[in-house]
């Protein structure tokens, strides 16, 4: 098991821009596919959008041409930016997925911390 860490969340106004990031807790582990959710409050977790190991892309309608999910190999995390935000994207957001170590893989069966994004209008 591997765990994924998320960072980048924040506090900005409607129209405005986040870039969040998934990592693995080890440098050692390449991360794989990574899927993004996020919770609002109230609200049951949701998929956001989702990233294969060799880049293919899918959103949520909701969020779909605002957000671009990618993989930034030298940093080796997997990217959520986000433009154009507005008051309903508000939640935090999860990344979950896997790393490969060694040759294996390792799937993340639990849920970070999560990074807060909230968006005022």
């Known amino acids: 098991q591997v765990q994924l860490v998320e960072s980048g969340g924040g506090l900005v106004q409607a129209g405005g821009s986040l870039r969040l990031s998934c990592a693995a807790s080890a440098s050692t582990f390449s991360i794989g596919a990574i899927d993004w959710y996020r919770q609002a409050p109230g609200k049951e977790r949701e998929w956001v959008a989702g990233?294969?190991?060799?880049?293919?892309?899918k959103y949520a309608d909701s969020v779909k041409g605002r957000f671009t999910i990618s993989r930034d190999n030298g940093k080796n995390t997997v990217d959520l930016q986000m433009n154009s935000l507005k008051a309903e994207d508000t939640a935090v957001y999860y990344c979950?997925?896997?790393?490969?170590?060694?040759?294996?893989?390792?799937?993340?069966?639990?849920w970070g911390q999560g990074t807060q994004v909230t968006v005022s209008s």
């Open positions: 979950n997925g896997g790393a490969y170590y060694g040759g294996r893989y390792y799937s993340s069966t639990d």
């Open positions: 990233i294969s190991r060799a880049g293919s892309t």
